[in-house]
């Protein structure tokens, strides 16, 4: 009896100090640069930073799945690893140009009740918040690259796409729009992101094919997770577009946890 009793205790001393690890594990020191993570760190940052990012736009929790986080955590480096580069690829003009850009846009998402975040990432991953012309009048216009027939329906020219102004006015629409779609599900505003690069009848046909009980309550990781049974269009740009979008909005709302000594877009 007295030996069952040691044993006992013996079990749960080291059942305390596996939890203590893991605990451990699961945090990352204030203030640490991202540069000096170890991939364990930087998948908790990531992970933790998407979430606040994601209530940020919603008002809700998003239930991401590891996988997905793992999407967001490759996206992130990929841009971290474009600091300091120089040239025409070096992130930190990307970010000055968001700065530029960040008090408009952030301004007009407002008016239109939607989250700045959405406005300003989508803008990030859109074109790097360079205002694109084309030579083309079938190709994608402006800072939020609209297609000319897309900006038509927000009753927008061409020429109106290169303002933008007028142009994030649209992109806040269609998020509006979008979301309605999507109102079902508890990750609407990252569908609706998708919707902009996708289309919202594409992801729709999409969700109907993907989703199941087992992986509904993360609708937007699902599509991401079985690339098979999606049809040829939806390559790696839709695959990692929502990732994408988190990576950017994580690296431009906690900028100096990257080495860039610059305030949060979103404050601008």
């Known amino acids: 009896m007295k030996t069952e009793r040691i044993f006992m205790l013996l079990a749960s001393v080291v059942l305390l100090t596996v939890t203590a690890l893991t605990a451990s594990a699961q945090t990352v020191q204030p203030g640490k640069r991202y540069e000096d993570m170890s991939r364990a760190e930087r998948l908790v940052f990531v992970g933790e930073r998407a979430r606040h990012i994601a209530r940020e736009i919603s008002g809700t929790d998003y239930q991401f799945t590891t996988d997905f986080e793992r999407d967001i955590l490759k996206a992130v480096t990929h841009y971290a690893e474009r600091i300091g580069k120089g040239g025409k690829i070096d992130l930190r003009l990307v970010l000055e140009r968001g700065q530029a850009q960040a008090p408009t846009v952030n301004a007009v998402f407002r008016a239109r009740n939607v989250s700045p975040l ?12 360079m205002n694109l012309e084309s030579r083309s009048s079938t190709a994608a216009v402006g800072m939020f690259q609209f297609l000319p027939s897309t900006g038509e329906r927000y009753g927008l020219t061409a020429q109106d796409l290169l303002d933008v102004a007028k ?20 990750m609407k505003e990252a569908l609706a992101v998708l919707a902009y690069n996708r289309g919202a009848q594409k992801t729709t046909r999409e969700l109907k ?18 690339r098979s ?28 946890m990257f080495g860039l000594q610059m305030q949060p877009l979103s404050s601008h």
């Open 118 to 129: 959405i406005g300003l990432y989508l803008a990030w991953i859109e074109s790097e918040y």
């Open 167 to 186: 142009s994030a006015d649209a992109a806040a629409r269609y998020i509006t729009d979008s979301v309605q779609v999507f109102k079902g599900d508890p």
């Open 229 to 256: 049974k999606r049809d040829e269009t939806f390559g790696s740009e839709g695959v990692f577009y929502v990732p994408r979008f988190f990576a950017a909005a994580i690296i431009g709302e906690n900028p100096q």
């Open 209 to 226: 094919l993907l989703l199941n009980e087992q992986n509904r309550q993360c609708s937007i990781c699902a599509l991401t997770a079985d």
